[in-house]
T-cell receptor, first 112, second 110 residues
């Protein structure tokens, strides 16, 4: 049972490049979310989804797009990377938003 | 009021000490809360869930005060291995998503 899998684990981008961070879970969880973590800032919610075909914005959605075409996958897209998006990105999933979330290992993204 | 706020820390305590962290939340209708532990640059891991008045697991006790809208985490007999950042999680104002506090850093020394 793999749980929540994030790829890649590390990535360096140049300003203006686009990229998709992948997140997949094999637990048949309906609720999935993306967070970014910066020093001293805790985890801030970017986007979340309560089921396939349904997404919503979190605390810091600007510069990011998401889609949820299947229950298993919840990719996060950076359309035009900016240095301010340098961060550690965590994907998480749970049965619903009232249950504890399982986290992936994170993606460490640097934008030059 | 922010949706989830925590004591800023850091908390520096000796081994064997008892330490408590507080976390306030804004959604008065919230039913579920969580405490996570995060070690440096690793993913957060669930420590405790709180669905009613409180929960206890060994040296760790979480309590919920609905009237004042806060939850607390009490750690008794602190160990060196308890050194980490503790994150409080609660539903957002709409009740549709889970929001993290900024975290409280605990350092236990010998």
């Amino acid at each position: 049972n793999a749980g929540v899998t994030q790829t890649p684990k590390f990535q360096v981008l140049k300003t203006g490049q686009s990229m998709t961070l992948q997140c997949a879970q094999d637990m048949n969880h309906e609720y999935m979310s993306w967070y970014r973590q910066d020093p001293g800032m805790g985890l801030r919610l970017i986007h979340y989804s309560v089921g396939a075909g349904i997404t919503d914005q979190g605390e810091v959605p600007n510069g990011y797009n998401v889609s949820r075409s299947t229950t298993e996958d919840f990719p996060l897209r950076l359309l035009s990377a900016a240095p301010s998006q340098t961060s550690v990105y965590f994907c998480a999933s749970s049965v619903n938003s009232n249950q504890p979330q399982h986290f992936g290992d994170g993606t460490r993204l640097s934008i030059l | 009021r922010k949706e989830v706020e925590q004591d800023p820390g850091p908390f520096n305590v000796p081994e064997g000490a008892t330490v408590a962290f507080n976390c306030t939340y804004s959604n008065s209708a919230s039913q579920s809360f969580f405490w996570y532990r995060q070690d440096c640059r690793k993913e957060p891991k669930l420590l405790m869930s709180v669905y009613s008045s409180g929960n206890e697991d060994g040296r760790f006790t979480a309590q919920l005060n609905r009237a004042s809208q806060y939850i607390s985490l009490l750690i008794r007999d602190s160990k060196l291995s308890d050194s980490a950042t503790y994150l409080c999680v609660a539903p957002n104002q709409a009740g549709t998503a889970l929001i993290f506090g900024k975290g409280t850093t605990l350092s236990v020394s010998s």
